[in-house]
C-alpha cells in the first residue's frame, strides 16, 4: 500500500475524482486531478468558489474519499485506510484550520486547544504545558479560559491554529483561513501560518481565492477550475489563465 | 481516548443543556422510583408474611411423634410396625435435639385439669411452653410479660379465660373498640394467683413390689400455686397439639409435676424412669432446613410433619407477585427511556457541528458512539440513584401512613415496605442498562455522521 516517500512526493494525488450524485445530474466536484506536494513544500490552491478546492483538501485530509483515482499522504493510499487508521491520520498527521474557525463554543480556549491531545490519548501531567506552547505560538497564552465567543475573529483563528499544530503535524491544511477575517488579521494569520512552514519545516497546503495572498506567502500555486486542474500551475505570480475566473485577481 | 477524558467531556456536555437534561434524568428517576417502589412492596410484604409465618412456628417446625400411638380404624395395637417403632422418650429428644439444624426438641406437655380462682373452680386445659416460644407472634404486644424462668411457678393465660374469671362476658365481635375495651378490663388479673389442681404420678404403686412392676405406679392429687404474669390474645401453640389450652406455664415446670398423662395408662408404654411424650415439637434453625430435619426423624423411626409444602406455594406466590410488579413498575421506565432517546437525539442533532470537529481532529467513530454512550450512562446513573431516593422516600412515607392507620386500630406497627441492598444495587443497574440501550441508537446514529456533511451543518 505505502510507496517510498523519499522519491515522492509527501502528498500525491493520481487522477483523483470525486463526484456527487444530485438526482439526475452527476456533480464533478474533483475531476481527475493530479499533482504532488513534497516535504517542506508551501503550496497554494487557488480557484473560485464552487471550483472544487476544498473538495480536495477534505480527500487529503482524509475526511471524504474520492469516488476514483488515489490520494496518497506519505506513501500511504487514503482510500485503503479503514476509518480508525483514517481518524489516526487525522490525529497525528495533519491538522487542520478552517474558515469558520470551528472552534466548541461551550469549551474554554484551553479545552479547545486540548481536544486533539485528549483524543490521542495524551497523559493529563504532560497536556497542560503542551497546550500553552501552541499558545505561546501564535500568541494567545493569555487567554486559556476564556471562550470563543469572547474572543475576536483573528483570537479564535489563532486559537483554532494553535489546535491544528498542538500535535505536532508534518502536514498543515488551511481552508481559507483568512475567509472570515478583515485584511490586516488575514496578514497576521497568514504569518503564524508561514512560519510554521519556515521555522517548523511543516508541509503547508493553502486553500484560498485570494490570488494576493497566495503570492505573497507560497511558493507554488495550483489553479483550480471546474474540479480540473489547470496546466499553468507554478509560481502562484505568474498570471492565472484567460478562461479561470480566478485568474485575473493575480 | 481514555476513560477519565471521556468521563469529563460528557459530564461537560450534560451540564451545557443542563434543564432538558435534568428532565430526562427526572424522569429516569421517576421511573425507577416506581419500579423500587412496586419491588419494595412486594419484598416488604414477602419479608412480612416470612416473619409472621417464622413467628407462627409453622415453617420451623416439624411435629415429631411416636408410630407406638398410632390407633385407629384398621390398625391393630400389635401391629407390628408399631411395636418395633422406637419410644418417643427422653432418650429419643436428645438424639432429635443433636440433628444438625436443630434448635430445640421440646415435649409437649398438656393436660385438663381443674383451676381454682377466687375460691371458684374452673375446668381447662393448661400446656407447658419452653422457653424459646418467647419470641413467638402471640407474645408481641402481650398484657404482662413472659415467663422469668423455665422453672418459675407462673402463668399466662388466654384472653377468653381471664375474662371468664373476671366473669366478663366474651366479645361479640371483633371490633377495634370492644378489643381494646377487654384487654383493658383483664389487666387486673396481672399479679393475682390461681391453684392449679392435678393429678400426679407418683413411683410404685401401694403394696406393689417395685422390683418386679417397675411400671407400676400411683396417683396422688396435688395442687400448686401459680402467680398470673401475662395474657394474651391468641395461641402460642403454632403447630403443636391440639390442645387449644387457656392456662400457659413453664416447660420445665410443667414436667417438674409429673402430671399423669393420658399416655400413662397404656400398658407397656413407659415407666417413671423413661416417661414417653406423646409429641416433641422441633424447632429448626432455619426453615430451608425442615425438610432434611423431617427426613432425619423419619429415619430415626418416628412420624413427622411439617408445613413445608405450603412454604413452598407460598414462594412461588410471592415470586409471581414480584415479576408482576416490577413489570408494572418497569413501564414507567419503558417510558423515560424513550425520553433519553428523544434527548440524545436532539443533542445530535444541535452538536452536529461539533461532532464534525471531534471527527476531524482525529475522533474514531468508536470515539464518538462512547462519548453518546457515556452521557446515556451517566443519566441513567444519575436517575437511578435519584430514583432509589425517592422510591425509599416515597415507601418511608407510606409505611408512616400505614402504621397510623394500624395504630388507630389497635394493631401493632408494620413493616410492609422493604428496600433491600440488592434493589438498590439491581434498580441502579437496571437504570443504566436501559439508559445505554436507549443511547444505542443515537450513539450509532451520531457515530455515522459524514465529518464533512457534519462540518457544513450550521
Redesign the interface.
Known sequence: MADSPSNRGIIRTVDVCRHYQMGDSVIRAVDGISFEIGPGEFVALLGSSGSGKSSLLNLIAGLDRPTSGEVLVNGSKLAEMTGEELAHFRRYSIGIVFQAFNLIPTMTVMENVELPLRLAGTGRESRGAVVRKALDQVGLSRRLDHRPGELSGGEQQRVALARALVNSPQILLADEPTGNLDSRTGLEIMELIHDCNQRLGMTVLLVTHERALAGRYAARALFLSDGKLAPEDGDPATPAPPESPAGGAL | ??V??LVE?AG??LR?SALRNALTTLGIGVGVASLVAMLALGAGLQAMATRRLEKSGLFDTVIVSSRRSERGPGRSETDENSASSPLLDEKARLAIERIPGVTEAAPEVDFGTEVRFDGKPYPSAVAGLPMSSRDREAFEGMQGAFFSSGSAQEAILRQEFAEDLLGLKHRPAESSKSTGEATAAVRPLIGKNLTLRYAERVSGAQGAEPATDAGAFSVVPRTATLRIVGIIDESPEGMRGPSGASVFIPLTFAESLHVLLPSDLREGETTLATPAYRTVSVRVKNPANTQAVEDAVKKMGFNAFSALDAAHSLQRFFAVLNLFLGIFGSLALAVASLGIVNTLVMAILERR??I????????????VKKLFFAEAGAMGVLGGVLGVAMGWALGRAINGGTNVYLHTQNLPSESIWLVPWWLVAGAIGFAVVVSMVSGLYPAARAAKL???KA?RYE
Open positions: 481516548m481514555k477519565r477524558d467531556l461537560r456536555n451545557e457541528r461539533e464534525g470537529i471531534l471527527k476531524a481532529l482525529g475522533a474514531t467513530d468508536a470515539d459524514d465529518p464533512v462540518l
